[in-house]
C-alpha cells in the first residue's frame, strides 16, 4: 500500500501560480502512476492530470492543457503539479491518486489509492 499526503494549496488570484505537491509513503514509488484530481462544490470527482511510473507519459484534462504540468522526482517520493494562469473555476479541493496498472489513467475508479485533499481558491 501506499499512503499519499498533498500539500501547496491555498488561495490565489486569478492569473497567479500554485505549486502542490504531493508526498508518498509505503511500497515504492516508482511502482505507482500518479493522478492529480479534484472536487469543487455540488459537483463529481474529476480528473486534471496523470503520470507514467517513471514519467514519460502525461496526460491532462482538457481545461487545464497547456497551464498546468505534472511531474513526478521518484528519488523523493513526490509528485507535483504546476498550476499557471490559474482562474476562478478552477477552485476546488484537489487529491493525489496513485494506482498499480502501469498506465496513467483518468478514471476516478482507476484509482486505488487517495489522499486527504488540499484546498485550491481562485479569486476573480
Known amino acids: 500500500q501506499v499512503q499519499l499526503v498533498e500539500s501547496g494549496g491555498g488561495l490565489v488570484a486569478a492569473g497567479g501560480s500554485l505549486r502542490l505537491s504531493c508526498a508518498a509513503s509505503?511500497?515504492?514509488?516508482?511502482?505507482?502512476?500518479m493522478a492529480w484530481f479534484r472536487q469543487a462544490p455540488g459537483k463529481e470527482r474529476e480528473f486534471v492530470a496523470a503520470i507514467s511510473r517513471y514519467g514519460l507519459t502525461k496526460t491532462y484534462a482538457g481545461p487545464v492543457k497547456g497551464r498546468f504540468t505534472i511531474s513526478r522526482d521518484n528519488a523523493k517520493n513526490t509528485v507535483f503539479l504546476q498550476m499557471n494562469s490559474l482562474k476562478p473555476e478552477d477552485t476546488a479541493v484537489y487529491y493525489c491518486a496513485a494506482n498499480d496498472r502501469n498506465l496513467p489513467l483518468s478514471g476516478v475508479r482507476d484509482y486505488d489509492y487517495w489522499g486527504q485533499g488540499t484546498q485550491v481558491t481562485v479569486s476573480s
Open positions: 509505503g511500497r515504492t514509488f516508482s511502482s505507482y502512476c
